[in-house]
Every structure is written in structure tokens, then in C-alpha cells.
């Protein structure tokens, strides 16, 4: 007798912000939406992904919450500065001007753990981004400047994707870094 396909969730960690951060980003989206067209990312849906791991077998998320539990996790500050676009995806994205010091390390110390544990993640050179709007449509020139936005990172999450035909839905499955 064959036996059941293992399932699996669509996995990735992420800086999540506070619901008056998001906000403060999604200020950003009507004067972009105005430009570029495309379809706006739902304000509780912001976030700027730390590492991609796409299907995940359910057997291992126990490892995976250990991965992320030996990750050194120090607060910082993450300031979007700037608006811009990709075409190869049609994204139109919130951007720091540099990657700060404290994500760089986050990343890299994820990354490692991830690898330590056997997890296999996208590590394409890191981008932190926000996508703010998708299926949007742009040239090389530069978007208008926008009032910058603070995020404080107060810790990581574990988040599942469950998107649908109507978009992407994120849950977030664990916090990790943060003080009790
Ligand atoms: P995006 O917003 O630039 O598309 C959930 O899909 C999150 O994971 C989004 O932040 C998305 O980035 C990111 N993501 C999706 N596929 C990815 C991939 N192959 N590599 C890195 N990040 C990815």
C-alpha cells in the first residue's frame, strides 16, 4: 500500500513589524499605486523577509524553531529611506539605504544555523525590502522620495505563507529573540 505524501507548509523568517510601523509604510503606497499601477499589498501583510525557505516537511519544523532558537538576536533599527522598483518581478519595494550592521549579522547567523541544521534556503545575495506593491509597472527612473519610516526590531518570526487566489496570507507561526 503506497503510503500518504508528506506535507509541507511554505516557510520563511521575517522582520515583522508593529501595526503602527506598517502603517506608517503603507503612507507610502497610494502616491506609488498613482505611478506605477499594480495591486497594493495589505498593510497587515508588510514585511521584510530575513530568509526564504519555501516547502518545508512538517516533520522538521521542530528543527527549524531549535535553528532559529541558537540565533544570537540583538535588537536594532531599520529605517526605510527609499521607494524603488524591479522590473524583472513588477515589484515596486521600501528600501533602507544600507543593510544596517545588526541585520547583516541576523541574517548571516540565520543563514548558518539554517545550514548547520540541514535546511536548504534561498542565499541569493540579501535585498532587505518591503514589497509594497505587485504586478506594478515602472521605468529606470528614480520614484519620488518619501518620508522616511523607523522599524524597531524587537525580535524574528517564523511565518507560513498561505497564499490563495486573493493574495498573499501570512501567519505567524513563532517569535523568536525577543524577551518574554
Ligand atoms: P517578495 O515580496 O520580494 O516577493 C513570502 O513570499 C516572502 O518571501 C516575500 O517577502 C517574498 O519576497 C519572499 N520570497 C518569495 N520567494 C522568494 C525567493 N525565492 N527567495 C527569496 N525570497 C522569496
Known sequence: MESAPEKSR????AQWPTAAESEALACWQAPLLQ???????????LHCTLAFLGEVAEHRLEALRLAAQEVAFRPFGLTWRGAHYWGHNHIVYAAPDAIPPALGALVAALQDSLRAHRFRFEDRPYKPHVTLLRHASWTDAPLPSMPA????????VLVQSLGDAHGARYEVL???GGRA
Open 149 to 156: 519610516v523607523h522599524w524597531q526590531a524587537r525580535d524574528f
Open 174 to 176: 513563532c517569535r523568536f
Open 10 to 13: 511554505r516557510l520563511f523568517f
Open 35 to 45: 505611478r506605477c499601477g499594480g495591486k497594493v499589498m495589505q498593510t497587515d501583510t
